[in-house]
């Protein structure tokens, strides 16, 4: 059983930065991709980014393009999101996800993290 848990969130100023990280659990970590999702307040989750198995291939989500970066350690089972330049729409409960398909993560993932809230003020 796939396992994730993500850590680093936390409350920051508009402008600043977080890392998020996502070490994996119980399965081959290179044999998956891994995806980053988010949840605000009173909307629908929506996807973030995604990174194919051995990080050579990523997507990032047109609101996130060029102050995140999505990466992953095949050799440490971990994955995580560096954001930068934060925005106070980018407050958000935000979730790591993981499939066996590279496509299938974008939109149904079979494994989710439990999330990481966060906030940030303007």
């Known amino acids: 059983q796939v396992q994730l848990v993500e850590s680093g969130g936390g409350s920051v100023q508009a402008g600043g930065s977080l890392r998020l990280s996502c070490p994996a659990s119980?399965?081959?970590?290179?044999?998956?991709?891994m995806g980053w999702f988010r949840q605000a307040p009173g909307k629908e989750r929506e996807f973030v980014a995604r990174?194919?198995?051995?990080?050579?291939?990523?997507y990032y989500a047109d609101f996130v393009k060029g102050r995140f970066i999505i990466s992953r350690d095949n050799a440490k089972n971990t994955m995580s999101l560096q954001m930068n330049s934060l925005k106070p729409e980018d407050t958000a409960v935000y979730y790591c996800?993981?499939?066996?398909?590279?496509?299938?993560?974008?939109?149904?993932?079979?494994?989710w993290g439990q999330g990481t809230q966060v906030t940030v003020s303007s």
């Open positions: 119980g399965c081959t970590f290179s044999s998956y991709a």
């Open positions: 990174i194919s198995m051995f990080g050579n291939t990523k």
């Open positions: 996800a993981a499939d066996l398909s590279f496509a299938k993560v974008t939109r149904t993932p079979d494994y």
